[in-house]
């Protein structure tokens, strides 16, 4: 009797696992032609230009520059967005190298490597231009008197930036200690 269950309980077990691979199989078979996540950051992002992000770069810091704090927030935010979304389109057209195994990366012409490391610094500068559009904005909420989202966005500026964007890594950093109530990082790098 025993001998029955565990031979029937082994049965059932493979058909459970077997109907699992084959949905599973399923899935990844669609998985090609799945565009759902590019199609949703193009209805909610439209499809930027390196011209759009910078008409909306130049409005945003005009807006910050004027000390115009509930304006600039949404044009900050936008610029970060569009910033951020052509840079991973950018990054798109890299990804059959980056996707490479490291022998293939290694071995790859470095002709071609130049070709496209242009497009590689590219789209680092458009994800530092995000970085410093939540950092303006943290100092936009700031200046508004709207600590609990200025936390949040120093917070997720710092956790981006690159570790080369000195400045702005301090200008980040002094920002969120002001608001928490600690004493300034001193730039070691400027003579006093």
Known sequence: ??????????????????????????????????????????????????????????????????????????????????????????????QPFYKGSYDDRKSFPSKKLSALSAYERMSNGLKAQRDHAMIMEAECCVALARSNEAVGLYMKALDLLDIDDWDWWLRATNGLYSVIGVDSVIDPMKKK
């Open 1 to 94: 009797m025993k001998t029955r269950r565990c031979c029937l309980l082994m049965v059932m077990a493979l058909v459970a696992v077997l109907c699992i691979s084959s949905c599973a199989g399923a899935e990844t078979q669609d998985a090609p032609f799945d565009l759902s996540e590019y199609q949703s950051r193009i209805d909610e992002l439209g499809i930027p230009t390196v011209a759009s992000v910078k008409e909306i770069a130049d409005q945003a810091q005009a807006a910050f520059a004027n000390g115009q704090h509930e304006e600039a927030i949404p044009l900050l935010r936008e610029w970060a967005k569009k910033a951020n979304w052509l840079a991973n389109l950018i990054s798109g057209g890299l």
